[in-house]
């Protein structure tokens, strides 16, 4: 079975390989006399579990938000910014099975409050106490806004983001589980991005795993 998440038509993979590595060279150029003064600081507080890291993104990737209410079997809550924010398919299911085998980070391009009411209602699913980062933990460079997953202060090797824009991972793109556009429709996304972490999960090393498995569908 062909998971869903990975039938991504558009770009294709030469195309945002393309486009990542012009960020990455808008970075150096930008921050190399930075990066050589100073060391990353870590934003997060130290990992306390030995579990693997899934970094989780929000908009479009677990929820989508508008305006005016939607027309969805989803979960839709008003919020009090103002807009109606629809929550994926099976998402309590996905997030009980990610706080079982690891530890989460949610990490969103959004404003700090917005991320942080949405966080509340991610919460009651899971036993581990989140932490979160909002956009001013990104890279903003060029109009996009690039999650450097080096200031969390975990193990790379160990650490995915699950997001719907791979120009998010621009500067780890072997760290990047992309998944499909969530924008209200009903789906079984998370279902299947399930049964992709538990085949991860047999991996000392999640990135080549995730290499390996990707690599499957190419």
Known sequence: MVYSYLEIQKPTKSQQQ??????RALFTNKFIKIKQIHRITPLLSPQLMK??????DLDKTILYSTSLPQNTSCINIQYSDGLYTSYRNFLPE???????????IIWSAGENQYVRNRVTYIQQFIKQPLQ??????????KGAYIKDLRVLGRDL?????IDDNYISCAFQYDNCLPVNEFEGQ?????????VFLK???????????LERQLNQFQ
């Open 186 to 194: 009903s789906d079984n996304e998370l279902i299947d991005l399930e």
């Open 18 to 23: 393309e486009t990542i590595l012009k960020y």
């Open 51 to 56: 579990h693997p890291t899934i970094v989780l």
């Open 132 to 141: 979160a980062l909002s956009r001013a933990a990104c890279t903003h460079l």
């Open 157 to 161: 090797k160990n650490t995915i983001l």
């Open 94 to 104: 996905f997030l009980i099975f990610l706080d079982k085998y690891f530890e989460i």
């Open 199 to 209: 085949k991860l999960l047999s991996y000392s090393c999640l990135v080549y795993g």
